[in-house]
């Protein structure tokens, strides 16, 4: 089969997260199996127009702003016959691919923005954000699509998505390392970009709420982001004088990641919501149970009480959280347990099972759902 994706990031692309990872294992695994995959994206400094990745033809042409625009002046009219499926991945701005591929359309979300405009876009824009966003995603309501979380699924029946919704299995990458003694001074963990929807000041703050209660603690943060919010990260750091015992270690290779993982006591997630929380399962697979807050995404990736904990929205019941589990050695000994035993249950193997059933299915989809714009 060939497959056109469509995704404004690329798995190169600096601002590159969880989602381009996950369909970077799922492509590579098609191509192996003997699909052609072309990947279309937005282009970012000393980035070639073209390349070829594990397989995957990688063509880029403009910005995150254009790359929508470019994309549709690049293929419409010579999809025909070229491609047989179109993945329109979504992340804010879609692609529009219904209205103009003219070709069977997958729709892949691996979560909604929302409240997200509210933290990443200034006021009046992301009030109109929060409100254009159903309006945006019109064209997609009656095609197939694929998400990672039951969260996601709801939102997309909420928002009056009627097409078959393919809930696909994530998958990680085995960690390699033996189980490892933690160290004695507890030590939390936060991974993921440095942008403010990730509310990592709330972690910083709910850290130094457990240093003021126990005299003891430390926070690694891994990860890379915007400039501006990660100043702000660092001046709320000297503010709660944590310079001490708070170290930013920027993008780390893998294995250097799960290796941190496994000597932390616990990783901590903020985020406003989440399509999943990838790092949240990585880092269990280490040994390493996560307290996060109660927000979609991230409470499918958490089992309260028996991987991690889900906590209010809040630094202070995210301290709460933390100091639960540091003071009750059996519990904490327990959630590692199950979260390590739960990370064992996802593999890429069943991502790509389930991905492909929701390929052939939106392939198999009457005529009239390719390039549907009566619901407009």
Not at 351 to 359: S, V
Request: aromatic letters at 8%.
């Amino acid at each position: 089969m060939r497959i056109l994706i469509l995704n404004w990031r690329c798995p190169s692309n600096p601002k590159a997260g969880g989602a381009e990872a996950l369909t970077q294992q799922v492509a590579t695994r098609l191509v192996a199996n003997g699909d052609e995959v072309e990947w279309f994206s937005a282009s970012f400094p000393e980035a070639k127009s073209e390349e070829r990745v594990g397989g995957i033809h990688i063509v880029r042409a403009g910005s995150q702003a254009t790359v929508h625009l470019h994309a549709a002046s690049h293929y419409r009219g010579r999809l025909k016959g070229r491609f047989d499926l179109v993945v329109d991945e979504i992340n804010t701005i879609p692609f529009f691919s219904p209205l103009w591929a003219g070709i069977p359309t997958l729709t892949l979300i691996f979560q909604l923005a929302r409240e997200i405009w509210r933290y990443e876009t200034a006021f009046p824009l992301s009030a109109v954000g929060y409100r254009l966003e159903p309006i945006l995603l019109r064209p997609y309501r009656r095609l197939p699509a694929i998400t990672i979380s039951a969260s996601t699924k709801d939102d997309l029946r909420r928002l009056g998505f009627s097409g078959p919704i393919t809930v696909a299995s994530i998958g990680i990458e085995s960690p390699t390392l033996e189980p490892r003694i933690k160290p004695k001074n507890p030590t939390f963990l936060y991974v993921g970009r440095l942008t403010p929807s990730k509310r990592v000041e709330d972690i910083v703050e709910a850290v130094a709420r457990f240093r003021r209660a126990r005299g003891v603690g430390r926070l690694l943060i891994i990860g890379e982001g915007d400039s501006h919010y990660t100043t702000l990260l660092r001046n709320a750091v000297r503010r709660s004088g944590l310079q001490d015992a708070v170290e930013f270690l920027g993008r780390l290779p893998t294995e250097q990641k799960h290796q941190r993982m496994a000597e932390a006591h616990l990783l901590l997630m903020a985020s406003v919501r989440e399509g999943w929380g990838l790092v949240v399962t990585e880092a269990n697979a280490c040994g390493t149970p996560a307290v996060v807050y109660d927000v979609p995404g991230l409470r499918d990736a958490v089992r309260n009480g028996d991987t991690g904990l889900l906590v209010n929205p809040s630094p202070e019941s995210l301290a709460r959280g933390m100091l639960q589990l540091w003071d009750d050695p059996q519990l904490y000994g327990r959630l590692a347990e199950g979260a390590r035993a739960w990370s064992t249950t996802f593999s890429f193997d069943e991502t790509l099972f389930d991905f492909r059933q929701a390929i052939d299915e939106a392939v198999a989809a009457p005529a009239r759902l390719a390039g549907h714009t009566a619901c407009l």
